[in-house]
């Protein structure tokens, strides 16, 4: 369930608008701050807040990279996955990635910490290749670079 | 009119037509998969591909995409732009499987024929392919989301076109995912038309999936004949068993779709519980020893108390030439009938709505899209006739501004305001709007009548028959009228009963309804029933009393093509074709003339004689199976063989409507010749003055209504649309609910003398205060209600279920 005080601040912000689906990405982001990522219920909440169908929500969130409709760990990777970072060498930073964390693009580390997405260009071109990890920009990035982010990461969060 | 050429042919086409949609009328079919003539234009799959040699574009441009401008030369054979769509179709099947052999689009897949036109004949492609789950989507709509190609039809068609919101296009990318939110049966009742847009084999008809490919098929242009609208369908029969109908193209009905009832409603037709044999006294025989002995006991019968001592019930699903061969023979014999209608009042307002519609005034469903106005009044188009709310829909996308005045819950896919009255105060309201001046209007309409002054091509649609009345038929058309005279280019379009009604009212005898013909049984002046593809004992609201009067009767022969409770109680009972078998001529709810060819020529499918192997290897010189006849033609046969009978074609119409003889029959694919409309002649017009007050209702009231699964004679015994049926609620106002201690989600009891039954509680907001709303659900036996208005000084409520029960 969600706390009342969100909900009932974004039942205001709703009330507000003009066009109350307009807020849809905003109304998801909220529900996705509360649940760590966008549930089946988030959904249905979003489209019971903003008298749109679950499928209608769905359709959008299932859009943008940055609603997750799965659990997520702690650490959320975006490695840039566009044209001025492959140039840079993206490709190999991702399969480093990979063999580091053991997972596959699009996994999550079984210990919950690391989740590996891909991202179209994240506008730091001039910091190819670059990644975000919980929306904070990194790079360029070397391997080592790489491997001492997640060993600092690794170390604060225990 | 800009000009332009095209592959060497100069064309000319309105303002604002696509170099795709020009193309086609000089022949040229430019491949398409994301162009939909009813949906339009979003460019998305980008293989309508051609050259602009000249004008304001040039190079490969999408076709669908670009407006004709004069000056433009355009080549769809050019090398470039033939390259560029073999290549986009290339790109396309990358993901799509190779396995057309075992689907069941297979044959009439437009990929398919792209693939091949196209040029594309080698798959270069080696690596993996892109999968997906499919969903459960229900009965109807079987999922294969891998050969899904991204054109957007399906979700543009289910949530833009129909206005439903539980089939869409979800994801991003390679992951783009076309389907619900979760598995489950699709909402709407427009579903099935995915089946027909898919351009690939994303969505199949399920009951007929593996039953066969389109070539092995018979396939008959023909009308559905599950409302008034009569919509044009393609009947597709395999083995003497319809397996499938799909919407035919009609520019003028029902454009490219057809509703879920009149795809699915066709069970009937090849059902292994038709009856197939004759029947007398309950058991099987010849039928010509059935046809003796019915003619037998007429001639008894007529002996004995006269030729008006028997009478013909009939009903809206009868063919015109049924219909006329009834109304032959009660004139001819001087029979009673054929009573056409189940009430008096239900007769009174079809037929003068038959003798309201004039040609001026009468529109199609196309032009009904093209209204700028829609005032529904005392009609629930989903529910009674559901290809108009589609059209209104599209009318409402355009602008139009839609009023329902009705006191059901009436739910439109749409924005739409509803003013819940009660149906007395219906034609009262449309008076007032009716009146030349609006000041005269009173207040809460007074919007509503500046709008309609405003309004250039407003339609007024109106229910005819059971639950809007004489009276409100009769506003409606002065309605119309008074905004036709105030030069608008206004509309009436009524909602009918059956499929057949209008012609019903042109043939409906003396007496036209059952209601006054059970009186004269009930008086013993009416000793033998000959009841022709009618079934009053589900239909008629009053049951007790009309199983009282039956069992008076010295004999009662029933022809049908279904097994129905009426035919169970008779002496004599007779097969009879379907309409898939007979063909026909039927007049819809616009008085638009349809003629329909036998789609086959009947018989017990093999599936069943076989028992679902090889059918049996006997060699008979006739089809199994095929002892019916049309009613019509049987009816003739009966009292051929009486003495003094009458022998002649069912086709003849002379003597009884004369309009309809030298009628020229034409197939159903045209849309020229006599698919016209004919000013009708009726015996209710604007000139019979005579006619009832409205029914004053005490202390509110309970409507017997349609809904659109469950109610339908034909297709409520289709499995797949029973399926789909909720369960039937009785519907009432919250406050009203209260008054009888009951909330949303209780189950409570109706009951009057005759019976009782329960049913679950719905309440709304939107239903007229004092109105109770309960179908006609062949689950319920709602027979106890006498009426199909009835006032509730006779209805007893009692609460059974829920809190505090
Ligand atoms: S499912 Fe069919 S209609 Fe829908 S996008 Fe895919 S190919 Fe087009
Ligand atoms: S709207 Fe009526 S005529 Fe048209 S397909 Fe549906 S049931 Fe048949
Ligand atoms: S391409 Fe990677 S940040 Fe722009
Ligand atoms: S038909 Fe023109 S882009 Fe699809």
Known sequence: ?158 | MPKLIIDDISVAVPEGTKVIEAAEQVGIHIPRFCYHPALGSVGACRVCAVKFLQGPFKGVQMSCMIEAADGMVVSTTDPEAVDFRRHVIEWLMINHPHDCPVCDEGGHCLLQDMTVSGGHGMRRYQGKKRTYLDQDLGPLVQHEMNRCIQCYRCSRFYQEYAGYRDLGVMGIASRVYYGRFGPGTLKSPFSGNLIDICPTGVYTDRPSRYKGRRWDYERTPSVCIHCCLGCRITVNVRYREVVRIEARYSPTVNGHFICDRGRYGFFYASSDRRPRKARSGGAETRPKNARDEAAHRLEEITARHGSGSVAVVGGSRSTLETLAAERRICRQLGWQGPSLFTGTEESAAARRAAGHLTTDLAVSLEALKNADLILVAGADPINEAPMAALAIRQAARNGAHIEVIDPRPVTLPLEYVHRPAGTDKISEILRGLGKPSTEDASGDIQDLAARLDQSRRPVVVCGAGKIASERTVEQAARLARNLRRAGKKAGLFFVMTGANTFAACRMAGDPADLETLLLMIEDGKVRALVVVEADPMSEYPDLARLVDALAKLDLMVVLDCIDTETARAAHVFFPTQTFFETGGTLINNEARIQQARPAFAGGTPISQTGGGSHPPRVFRDDIPGTEALSAGQLLMDIVSALSGGISRSVEEFDGVAPEFSGFDPVEATGERGTWAKLPLRTAAGPDSPQMGGETPIKKGELLLVESVYGTEALSRSSPWLQELESEPALTLHPEDASRWGLQHGDRCELSTEAGALTVPVHTSRSTAPGTLVLPRHRRLRWQVFQHFRSGLDTVRIRKTGGEGA
């Not at chain 1, 009342?4 to 205001?12: G, N, V």
């Not at chain 1, 001039?126 to 170390?155: C, F, H, I, W």
Request: aromatic letters at 8%.
């Open chain 1, 1 to 158: 369930m969600i706390p009342e005080p969100t909900l009932s601040h974004l039942k205001d912000r709703i009330a507000a608008a003009d066009h109350p689906r307009e807020l849809v990405v905003d109304v998801m982001f909220a529900l996705q701050e509360h649940y760590g990522y966008l549930s089946d219920e988030a959904v249905e909440t979003t489209g019971a807040l903003l008298g749109m169908s679950p499928l209608q929500v769905e359709e959008l969130a299932t859009f943008y990279t940055f609603l997750y409709r799965e659990p997520v760990g702690r650490y959320v990777i975006h490695l840039c996955d566009s044209v001025i970072c492959w140039l840079d060498g993206a490709e190999s930073l991702r399969d480093h990635l990979c063999r580091k964390l053991k997972i596959e693009m699009g996994r999550t580390t079984p210990d919950g910490l690391f989740t590996l997405l891909p991202v179209c260009c994240i506008g730091y071109c001039d910091r190819s290749p670059a990644m975000l990890v919980n929306r904070k920009v990194y790079g360029p990035l070397t391997p080592e670079k790489v491997d001492e982010l997640l060993e600092k990461l690794k170390q604060e969060s225990e």
